[in-house]
């Protein structure tokens, strides 16, 4: 699926481009690829001109939202599907999404981006075959490729999330020249999917699952098994399970978790927010 190559709006870009209208200046300078860049744009009454493209005023913007160019108007970066999924702007530039409402990336205290490149590095992807189990935005992909990793193949289930890459700058495109086809990206279920990897043909494991009440599978002795079984010996594995309220929940999800992996034969810690795995 091709990248979006437009612009894309938030509030305050808006507010950046009226501002230098109301001033008179002609010109601004602002961000249309969510911080990742600055570039020169035009300002009139009538509208204003990116890149030698016009695109007319937006009567109005929502907050908290991403807004992309559909050849008719900026509309919210959105789609239904099993349910609401959303790419939502932080204040580190690189967005996290949500799904019916619920954030599904860490972004108070630290980009999102950031977040995924201290957990890669935990892998050390360089020279390595990774698997990426569950795709997301592509932040642990993009940190492998950064890293060096030699090959990431990537699964993802949702085709509203990889819709919403298309959109995102700081998704990794796999077909890019500058990525040199180390990125296979594929729409599947890696609880089925994984059982056609041949053993012990990957070196790092990234395991992103949503949460346990919507995808058990992927924290089930089954899928570690499998787990073990395509990685090689020494092979490393980190593991996102977040930090539920064990007081609300009842569970502590993090040590089941450990003790599923050392079952199908990994040593385990306790690292950041999930867990940190060798095979044996």
């Not at 950031?114 to 957990?119: G, M, S, V, Y």
């Not at 043909?201 to 924290?219: C, M, N, Q, T």
Request: proline share 6%.
């Amino acid at each position: 699926m091709p990248h979006y190559a437009g612009p894309l709006l938030t509030r305050p870009v808006l507010d950046t481009l009226r501002a230098a209208l109301k001033k008179g200046a002609g010109h601004a300078q602002a961000s249309f690829d969510l911080g990742r860049s600055e570039e020169p744009v035009d300002v009139g009454g009538d509208g204003w001109r990116w890149r030698g493209q016009a695109f007319p005023w937006p009567e109005k913007l929502r907050d908290r939202a991403i807004h992309y160019w559909d050849g008719e108007a900026f509309a919210v970066a959105s789609r239904f599907g099993s349910g609401l999924y959303k790419l939502v702007p932080t204040d580190w530039g690189a967005p996290t999404f949500e799904i019916d409402g619920i954030k599904m990336l860490p972004s108070a205290q630290l980009s999102p981006f950031e977040d995924a490149r201290r957990k890669v590095a935990l892998v050390e992807p360089r020279g390595k075959r990774v698997l990426d189990t569950c795709g997301g935005l592509g932040y642990f992909a993009a940190c492998c490729l950064e890293a060096g990793a030699a090959s990431i193949h990537s699964f993802e289930k949702s085709s509203e999330v990889l819709w919403l890459r298309t959109l995102n700058p700081w998704s990794p495109d796999p077909d890019a020249a500058e990525n040199g086809g180390r990125l296979q990206l594929r729409q599947g279920d890696v609880s089925r999917e994984i059982e056609g990897i041949a053993d012990a043909s990957v070196d790092a494991l990234l395991h992103d699952p949503p949460r346990f009440g919507i995808a058990g599978e992927l924290y089930s002795q089954a899928f570690y098994d499998q787990l073990a079984r395509v990685l090689r010996k020494g092979g490393r594995l980190f593991h996102y399970t977040g930090t539920p309220n064990r007081l609300t929940s009842g569970r502590d999800v993090p040590r089941e978790v450990a003790a599923r992996l050392q079952k199908a034969g990994f040593a385990t810690q306790l690292v950041l927010d999930g867990v940190f795995a060798t095979r044996r």
